[in-house]
């Protein structure tokens, strides 16, 4: 079945250390997107890639880095500069950058200790 | 099973028109529920509801949240072209469980 997952689930992580999330896609689609939502909060935006190997800051993007060496990955870094890094990740994918529909993966749940 | 389901998929309507959009869901440990508007990269934020029967209104954008037959609806009157978009509904568990998107609604508004 095609679709869009992410691992791990629950991530707990030291201060200081970096941690890396996975977002895979099945779909084919070109464009893929991190956002971070904080409890009663919307979505904010972190970066976003329309094709492979390239990428671009969205709204909340210090603190994080991308990579999107391959169409169907694009992991996320989320580095010991990041200030408040606790909360929940989300990944999408849609076919392409414009106005069509965004697949969410299920998420993950970061918490620094 | 989806936890979440909207509907329709899609719609189209001429503008000025008054549309309905659903969002029914299931879960365990409901915490909120979210709708957002999603035009290009990023969806917009537009509602958080968590009481039932209180009705969120923002301009020609209402919404509201039955818990009892765990449902909410967003309105919109008086449609224009720049309503189209792709309509997310979204919802919080509590605990660690995060967010769970429905599919969306995709609205087309004729001029």
């Known amino acids: 079945d095609g679709g869009i997952t992410q691992s791990p689930k629950y991530l707990f992580r030291k201060e200081g250390q970096n941690v890396t999330l996975s977002c895979e896609q099945n779909?084919?689609?070109?464009?893929m997107y991190w956002y971070r939502q904080d409890p009663g909060q919307g979505l904010r935006l972190i970066y976003y890639?329309?094709?492979?190997?390239?990428?671009q800051k969205g709204d909340i993007a210090e603190g994080y880095s991308v990579s999107r060496e391959k169409k169907e990955s694009f992991p996320l870094t989320v580095t010991s500069a990041q200030k408040n890094p606790t909360a929940f990740y989300l990944c999408a994918s849609s076919i392409d950058p414009g106005r069509n529909t965004q697949y969410f993966g299920p998420g993950t749940r970061l918490t620094v200790l | 099973e989806d936890k979440v389901v909207q509907s329709p998929l899609s719609l189209v309507v001429h503008e000025g028109d008054t549309v309905t959009l659903n969002c029914s869901y299931e879960?365990?440990?409901?915490?909120?529920l979210l709708w957002y508007k999603q035009e290009k990269k990023a969806p917009t934020f537009l509602f958080m509801l968590?009481?039932?029967?209180i009705e969120k209104k923002s301009g020609r954008l209402s919404s509201i949240l039955d818990k009892k037959e765990l449902f909410s609806i967003l309105n919109i009157t008086a449609t224009q072209t720049g309503d189209s978009a792709i309509y997310l509904c979204?919802?919080?568990?509590?605990?660690?469980?995060?967010?769970?998107f429905g599919k969306g609604t995709h609205l087309i508004i004729q001029p």
């Open positions: 979204a919802v919080e568990e509590g605990g660690a469980d995060g967010l769970t």
């Open positions: 879960v365990t440990n409901f915490r909120s």
């Open positions: 779909l084919n689609h070109d464009a």
């Open positions: 890639s329309q094709i492979v190997n390239d990428f």
């Open positions: 968590t009481s039932s029967g």
